[in-house]
């Protein structure tokens, strides 16, 4: 499986602030998903990252709220814009395995906005 | 609309007894189904995977999952449970994606806790 690291593995931002997180993969893949796993709760999906390719967006998430660069087959970023207390959660970045089927993840970002 | 179910949000068992987690599904076609372990300030840990073929699948650490089309269940299980399985497990879906490509539905999770 691929090896993933995340930067920063946790911060705590003042709200109305943004905060970039970065995913590193150790291999070329084309696309690069993004969770949000809220207090308690299990993982919601954010986007799809293609690289070369605008993100594609579940429902209930905005490309301003949650802007994100693919500018390689590598790494990606994801901005938590404008942050509120309700943003505090671990975002995680998940690469599809080699035979497409499961998703593998990094350690994730803990974020807790004041 | 696709789904998955974990009933439980703990299940309790001691130290070297059998444990299962359950794990329903609802999904239009066939079910490609997944569990992942999630420790304490860690990301998500595959686990093992159904995608056709034989209904009991062999995973990491010992776990193994039974597929069952017609409970439409695929529920985790550990024939002696450890102390370091403590942790909160999630069974996934794979449901087709408009972009192209798969993505993955998550149940709630379940906290397992193993006592010595």
């Known amino acids: 499986s691929a090896v993933i690291s995340q930067k920063p593995s946790r911060d705590i931002c003042q709200r109305g602030t943004s905060l970039t997180i970065q995913c590193q993969v150790d291999s070329q893949v084309t696309m690069m998903f993004w969770y949000r796993q809220q207090p308690g709760q299990s993982l919601t999906l954010i986007a799809t990252a293609n690289q070369g390719s605008e993100a594609t967006y579940e429902s209930g998430f905005v490309i301003d709220k949650f802007p994100i660069s693919r500018p390689n087959l590598t790494f990606s970023t994801l901005t938590v814009s404008n942050m509120s207390p309700e943003d505090s959660s671990i975002y995680l970045c998940s690469v599809p395995g080699l035979a497409g089927h499961e998703q593998y993840f990094g350690p994730g970002t803990r974020l807790t906005v004041t | 609309a696709q789904s998955v179910a974990q009933p439980e949000d703990q299940v309790n068992v001691a130290e070297g007894n059998p444990l299962t987690v359950k794990c329903t599904y609802s999904v239009s076609g066939n079910p490609y189904l997944f569990w992942y372990v999630q420790y304490p300030n860690r990301g998500l840990q595959f686990l093992l995977k159904y995608i056709t073929g034989d209904n009991l699948v062999k995973g990491s650490y010992g776990f193994e999952a039974e597929f069952n089309k017609s409970q439409t269940s695929f529920h985790l299980k550990k024939p002696s449970a450890l102390v370091s399985d403590s942790a909160l497990y999630f069974c996934?879906?794979?449901?087709?994606?408009?972009?192209?490509?798969?993505?993955?539905?998550f149940g709630a999770g379940t906290r397992l806790a193993v006592h010595p």
């Open positions: 996934a879906v794979r449901v087709p994606f408009s972009g192209g490509y798969n993505k993955l539905i």
